[in-house]
């Protein structure tokens, strides 16, 4: 069965200093991942999509960027974070190309101080 | 762009009652999905049920139904003898079909449920 793993579960960071979460997934080959963020009090946000390595797309323009470096590896960077980047991050993968749902990695959540 | 709205912030139910949550959308898209997602306090996205808009038939799955009317844009979720264990955030989600899979999930806002006892 397809399994996501994200690293850290929890950050705190100050404003200013750079970012990176990552998400590794197992269980699948060539995943469709998606990064989505979660603000306080909101629904979720689709932040980057990535179809296959190095091909990244971006939904939302930000100071944050991604990457993939391997087929199960998904990259959340920033070169200097914003009060306004604390939220829950969620990576997913698309569980079957044929069942159209996504499957949800259990989030990181990251407070800018 | 899609949008999807969740007009109930928060609903209350009594334990073993039916409850429903609301959810409309917009998109001119002819062919999409439709999902709703269960986040309990642990904050993990659980998948509740799919909708293909292409079928008629309302999807279920055991306590969970929903009632799909495609001429609304309407897709409310119905939960049936509610636990306690129901309790969480619920996200209603959309996604255009693409063949190639690379669409990500536009999602509402989310409604609280609570379950009193």
């Known amino acids: 069965s397809q399994t996501i793993h994200q690293w850290p579960a929890t950050l705190v960071q100050p404003v200013g200093s750079p970012l990176s979460l990552e998400c590794t997934v197992e269980?699948?080959?060539?995943?469709?991942l998606y990064w989505y963020r979660q603000a306080a009090g909101r629904g979720l946000q689709l932040l980057f999509y990535?179809?296959?390595?190095?091909?990244i797309s971006s939904e939302v323009p930000q100071n944050l960027s991604a990457s993939r470096p391997q087929d199960r590896q998904f990259i959340l960077s920033s070169k200097k974070l914003l009060l306004s980047d604390s939220g829950f991050y969620l990576c997913a993968l698309l569980r079957d190309r044929g069942f159209h749902e996504q499957y949800f990695g259990p989030g990181t959540r990251l407070t800018v101080t | 762009a899609q949008t999807v709205t969740q007009s109930q912030p928060e609903m209350s139910v009594q334990e073993a009652e039916t409850v429903t949550l609301s959810c409309t959308y917009d998109t001119s898209e002819s062919d999409y999905y439709l999902f709703w997602y269960k986040q309990p306090p642990s904050r993990q996205m659980i998948l509740v049920i799919r909708q293909e808009a292409y079928k008629q038939q309302n999807a279920t799955e055991n306590r969970f139904s929903v009632n799909f009317q495609k001429a609304a844009k309407s897709f409310s979720l119905k939960i049936s003898d509610s636990q306690l264990g129901d309790a969480a955030m619920y996200f209603c989600?959309?996604?255009?079909?693409?063949?190639?899979?690379?669409?990500?999930?536009?999602f509402g806002k989310g409604t609280h449920l609570i379950i009193q006892p």
């Open positions: 989600a959309y996604r255009a079909y693409s063949g190639g899979g690379a669409d990500g999930l536009t």
């Open positions: 990535s179809v296959g390595i190095g091909q």
């Open positions: 269980g699948t080959s060539n995943p469709n």
